[in-house]
């Protein structure tokens, strides 16, 4: 079982930045794709890296100001959020998945614990 664990969260103002890291246990041929979930709300898919070749994959909600990028090195994903809004707070998750691409949550298999992202006006 390969086991996550999420950083890099904290309070932002509107306009404000955060990279959120995602550290990987095993290095395997997958997808590390990023969720959030804010209160009262389905747990949606934000972006998805493919470990192997770099390829990446956007949500429009967040195409244009989010980057997703990994370092084989540390075995760490980042997820880079600038311009953020207030409707981006929420907990965010990274999780693996055998397939790709995929933006379905049943279809990772392996969660981190999150973590919270709260953006003020």
């Known amino acids: 079982q390969v086991q996550l664990v999420e950083s890099g969260g904290g309070l932002v103002q509107a306009g404000g930045s955060l990279r959120l890291s995602c550290v990987v246990s095993?290095?395997?041929?997958?997808?590390v794709g990023w969720f959030r979930q804010a209160p009262g709300k389905e747990r949606e898919f934000v972006s998805a890296?493919?470990?192997?070749?770099?390829?990446?994959h956007y949500a429009d909600s967040v195409k244009g100001r989010f980057t997703v990028s990994r370092d084989n090195a540390r075995n760490t994903v980042y997820l880079e959020m600038n311009s953020l809004k207030l409707e981006d707070t929420a907990v965010y998750y990274c999780?693996?998945?055998?397939?790709?691409?995929?933006?379905?949550?049943?279809?990772?298999?392996?969660w981190g614990q999150g973590t919270q992202v709260t953006v003020s006006s």
């Open positions: 095993t290095f395997r041929s997958y997808t």
């Open positions: 890296i493919r470990w192997t070749t770099g390829s990446t």
């Open positions: 999780a693996t998945s055998p397939l790709w691409p995929t933006t379905e949550k049943s279809r990772y298999y392996d």
